[in-house]
């Protein structure tokens, strides 16, 4: 796990309730963000820097339904409260992550993050994957590399996440769906509920070279 530092002035505003406007939001969440090396095809395109990072606890969850010869655990979505994690403990929620409706692609189900606090909305497509056991530890569900699908500003005009280009997820723990308890008929229906851990980070378009 790498460490991550944020900004003291940033972490205050959230925990006490403020409301700062994107302009000054922003910048302080840009500072001192430790990405991890990732495989390549979970690189971020250039010209996009990482601006916000959270750890997510939460689960991801499955149900059985029948398939050709069998039956199977499906994903149906995952459900996960991001905190700051400057030392490592969790602190302060930031964002929720949910599957909803993504308005831009006429309502299609997508990876859903929502800050907390301006209430603004990023959803995901994913654009890269890895299993490898370099990166991935036993277990765990894949790293990722996703791409904004939709956005949309909160309810009384923030843009926190509405500004994400991409989002990776990283360090994950957990999540993957159960080896057993979907084998026949009588089980279609069931869900199975499994924990999971990750850490989410966001970026959005600028200067990486300057903020990282």
Sequence with gaps: MTTRFFSLFAAAAIAIGLNPSPATAQPAALRHIDVPVVPADLIVDEGHVAFLEGRAVGTQNYICLPVPGGYKWTF????????????????????????????????????????????????????????????????????????????????????????????????????????????????????????YSTDYIFYRAGNRGKNQ
Aim: with cysteine; aromatic share 6%.
């Design 76 to 195: 149906t979505g995952p459900q996960a409260t991001l905190f700051l994690s400057p030392s490592g403990e969790l602190q302060q929620q930031i964002s929720t992550h949910f599957l909803s409706a993504n308005p831009d692609e006429g309502g299609f189900p997508r990876p859903t993050w929502q800050h907390s606090n301006d209430s603004s909305r990023v959803w995901g497509r994913v654009k890269g994957m890895t299993t490898d056991g370099n990166y991935v530890e036993a277990g765990a569900i894949p790293w990722l590399l996703l791409e904004t699908a939709g956005k949309a500003d909160g309810t009384t005009g923030g843009s926190l996440l509405s500004r994400t280009t991409f989002i990776q997820r990283v360090n994950t723990s957990g999540g993957v769906a159960p080896a057993g308890g979907c084998t026949q008929a009588s089980q279609v229906g069931t869900n199975a509920l499994v924990p």
